[in-house]
């Protein structure tokens, strides 16, 4: 899948990903979320992310965005947010995640679309 990481994402969960063979770029620490959302869209890359603004479909809209995938693993520990992230990654591809929000919670996901 293609991905952009949101400064919230674990640096040991990039590497993960990676490992398994996704393409991960990571957003800047500091960069304002509308400006994220921007970047998700015009690099067409599906949002990781685990901030619940993200959720907000009227400030960051479905329509014409590759997708978003909140992380929603609790406690927010590195092995549940890979078994969180790996359920979602077996169930969607990149295409498929376009125009959805994807909340991913420790024993299901919800999907949103436009």
Do not use: Y
């Not at 949002?47 to 907000?56: A, C, E, R, V, Y």
């Not at 990654?89 to 420790?106: H, M, Q, V, Y």
Request: hydrophobic residues 40%; positive net charge.
């Amino acid at each position: 899948m293609r991905l952009l990481a949101d400064e919230n994402v674990k640096e040991r969960l990039i590497s993960w990903l990676k490992a398994n063979r996704h393409k991960v770029k990571r957003i800047d620490a500091g960069t304002k979320d509308l400006r994220v959302f921007e970047l998700s869209k015009e690099l067409k890359r599906v949002l990781l992310t685990s901030d619940t603004n993200f959720l907000n479909t009227a400030i960051f809209p479905l329509k014409d965005s590759p997708g978003r995938i909140i992380l929603r693993a609790s406690p927010p520990t590195l092995e549940n947010q890979k078994a969180v992230l790996a359920a979602v990654l077996d169930k969607f591809t990149t295409k498929d995640c376009r125009g959805k929000l994807i909340e991913a919670r420790n024993d299901d996901f919800r999907v949103e679309t436009k």
